[in-house]
C-alpha cells in the first residue's frame, strides 16, 4: 500500500469518529429537550391542581361573604320588625327573614361541599407534586448524564481533532487538499478498497486501466465513477 494512502486511512479513521462524535453531540440538545418535557408536563399539572384550589377558595370566600351578608340581612329585619307598628310590614319582613334564612342554609350546605373539594384539591396536589418530584429528580439526573456525556464527547473530539492535525502534517499538502475536498462531497468516505474491480466507495466497477493502476500502487489512483482514492485490497 502506498505510504500516502496509509497516511490517509488514518486520517480518514480519525475524520469518521470526529463526524459520528459531532452527531453524537448534536443530538444531545433534543435528548435534553425531552428530559425537559416530560417535567413540563407534571410541572403543568401541578399548577393546574393549584389554580383549582385558588378558585375553590375564592368560591368559599364568596359563599362566606354571600352568607354574611344575608345575616346582616336577617338581624337588621328582625330589628325592624320589633321597631315596626304594622302588622302588614311585620309578616312582609317576616317572609323575607324567611327567604334569607334559606339562602344562608343553602349556602353553608355548598359551603360544607367545598370544604369536602378542597380536601380532595389538596390530596391531589400533594400526590402530584410527589410525583413531579420524583420525576424532577429523574429529569435531573437524565440532565445531569448528558451534561457528562457532552464533556467525555468533546474531550475526546479535542483529542482526536489534535491527534488528526499530526497525521495531516505528514501528508503532501496537495494530497490532502484533495482529500479535504472530497470528504466534504463525499460525507467523510475518501479513500476505499478496490475489491473485484468494484470500488467500495461508489460500488461501480472501474475500467481495466484504473484497477492496474491500483494493484501497482505506484500512483494515488481515483475512481473514474465517483472520484475516491483507491488501493488495492485482498483477503491475503
Known amino acids: 500500500m502506498l505510504p500516502a494512502v496509509e497516511k490517509l486511512l488514518v486520517i480518514q479513521d480519525r475524520d469518521l469518529k470526529i463526524r459520528a462524535i459531532q452527531r453524537e453531540l448534536d443530538q444531545l440538545p433534543l435528548e435534553e429537550q425531552d428530559a425537559r418535557e416530560k417535567l413540563a408536563d407534571e410541572q403543568a399539572a401541578v399548577d393546574r391542581a393549584k389554580k383549582a384550589i385558588q378558585e375553590n377558595e375564592v368560591a368559599m370566600k364568596n359563599l362566606e361573604l354571600d352568607i354574611k351578608t344575608r345575616q346582616d340581612s336577617i338581624a337588621k329585619l328582625k330589628v325592624q320588625q320589633f321597631e315596626t307598628r304594622k302588622n302588614e310590614d311585620f309578616r312582609a319582613m317576616g317572609v323575607e327573614i324567611e327567604r334569607y334564612g334559606r339562602e344562608v342554609s343553602e349556602f353553608e350546605d355548598r359551603e360544607l361541599e367545598l370544604m369536602e373539594k378542597a380536601e380532595e384539591l389538596k390530596k391531589g396536589l400533594a400526590e402530584i407534586s410527589a410525583a413531579h418530584a420524583k420525576t424532577k429528580s429523574i429529569v435531573d439526573e437524565e440532565i445531569s448524564d448528558i451534561g457528562q456525556r457532552r464533556e467525555n464527547l468533546e474531550a475526546e473530539r479535542r483529542e482526536l481533532e489534535a491527534k488528526r492535525r499530526e497525521s495531516a502534517a505528514q501528508v503532501d499538502p496537495e494530497v490532502l487538499d484533495v482529500y479535504n475536498r472530497l470528504s466534504q462531497s463525499k460525507g467523510g468516505l475518501v479513500v476505499v478498497a478496490l475489491e473485484d474491480g468494484q470500488c467500495k466507495g461508489c460500488h461501480m466497477k ?31
Open 206 to 236: 472501474v475500467v481495466k486501466s484504473t484497477a492496474v493502476s491500483v494493484k501497482a500502487e505506484k500512483e494515488l489512483t481515483h475512481c473514474e465513477n465517483c472520484g475516491r482514492m483507491l488501493y488495492w485490497w485482498t483477503e491475503e
